[in-house]
């Protein structure tokens, strides 16, 4: 359930900041430029969005990696090194 999360939190956050701040973000900007949307009041909403989906779930598949590498068990060697 963390994972959801963690994807939910930096979805608002990344929309949000793509909102709050306009500059063009990779690959918001590329959507809207490949869909060719009108020049609209909606248009940086969309590049928002976008914005928010991609960097939430590298996010998400950054965090999910790492969990499951620290959830894997360490091999235990019996033998005990210079015996």
Known sequence: MKAGQ??????????????AVPIPLFPG?????????PMSEYLIYIEAITNGITYGLITWL???LVAKKLE?????NSKKLGH
């Open 29 to 37: 900007n590329v959507i809207a430029a490949l869909v060719q949307f």
């Open 6 to 19: 963690i994807f939910i939190a930096f979805f608002l956050l990344f929309t949000a900041a793509s909102i």
């Open 72 to 76: 894997e068990p360490m091999p235990v």
């Open 62 to 64: 950054i965090f999910f």
